[in-house]
């Protein structure tokens, strides 16, 4: 189904889609272009519309030529990143094709194509050439449907599979959550089927939903397809106080990391979502650090902890390592927890956590946490 425009402007809810998207885009490709044994980087906007809203605002796919290019700027390395655009609606990609006309570049090996078929189907058509790429390169996916009739489970966990391609995933989550009731019956009325299709195919218990935040989280595990992948999602709230879902899949704990350093930018209180007003209330950070530390007690008093296992808790957890030094730091000075250097095995140097991707591929562990004061 062709992506529609539902506004001829861009409203307060679609613009935090496409800051969420463009933001780590910027991120992902800061990372990608300096990263050694990456050599080629492929994004594919699936349902790209016809890039620009009559207000003149721009939409995905003219945000992610600025990314494109705003990261190459800053990195001499000059590796190849394709952008590929998709939408059914012939006359959008015809328009897009005139915009970007300009917009690539020999010099910096980067390239735009174009194709007019339905998402999943381009999708499924994307599937046997990803296990065939050479293992540096690295794919992006945004899917930002009119709907959620299109979305296919086998095809995503298909592309996923192979380790090297994230998804960002665009969900209208009030209109499912408002049917959800509507499908739990064998047999349904037509207009509820693609529904129903779509909560069976993600297992998802809709008599235990009782909120679209709730709707949103439950997607959010179901995503991760029983634990394979790491997810992370971002509610975007519109002016009727109705709630889409943002939703990131990786199997890289640093696309984690960066997809979470995008929420906290966008929503610096909590980290969870976009609201559509400005008002600040720090007690709301307030809340969710009590939180992480009440979680972090809670598993160093279970078990011993070390720096890796603590890094990829806290990040999936939806924190940045730096809440998690403010935490660890306020719980060793209380007496709460102390930390054992590793390598030889005496107290650790104060402040020092060591929470980082480098140190989380690293053999061995350079911290461990443990509960109470120690000696």
Known sequence: MPKKETADSVQAHTEAKLQFYTKYLERYLQILLIAQGIDKINIYDLYCGAGQYSDGNTGSALRAVDAVWKAQVKNTQSKAINLHLNDLDQGKVTNLRGLLANKQSDEKKFAISFSTMEAFEFLKKLEPELPKQDRHTRNLLFIDPYGYK??????????????????????????????????????????????????????????????????????????????????????????????????????????????????????????????????????????????????????????????????????????????????????????VIHTIDAKNMQRARKGSYKLNYQEFKSDKPAMIFRAGAGE
Not at 261 to 290: A, M
Not at 296 to 323: A, Q, S
């Open 150 to 335: 299109d979305i296919n489970r086998q095809s995503l966990e298909a592309v996923l599979s192979s380790g090297r391609t994230e998804v960002v995933l665009f969900l209208p989550i009030e209109q499912m959550y408002r049917f959800r009731n509507k499908t739990m019956d064998d047999e349904v009325d037509n207009s509820y089927v693609p529904l129903k299709h779509f909560i069976e195919q993600f297992n998802l218990d809709v008599a235990s939903i009782t909120s679209e935040k709730d709707f949103i989280t439950a997607l959010e595990t179901a995503l991760s397809f029983g634990d394979q992948y790491y997810t992370a999602s971002y509610s975007i709230r519109n002016h009727t106080g109705h709630h889409y879902g943002m939703f990131f899949i990786t199997s890289n704990l640093l696309g984690l990391e960066k997809i979470i350093e995008v929420k906290w930018e966008l929503d610096s209180q909590q980290g969870q979502g976009f609201t559509g007003d400005n008002q600040i209330d720090f007690f709301l950070e307030t809340d969710r650090l009590s939180d992480l530390k009440e979680k972090i007690i809670k598993m160093v008093c279970t078990e011993e902890v070390d720096n890796r296992t603590m890094y990829e808790f806290v990040l999936k957890n939806g924190f940045r390592p730096k809440h998690a030094n403010e935490v660890l730091r306020s719980l060793c000075d209380d007496g």
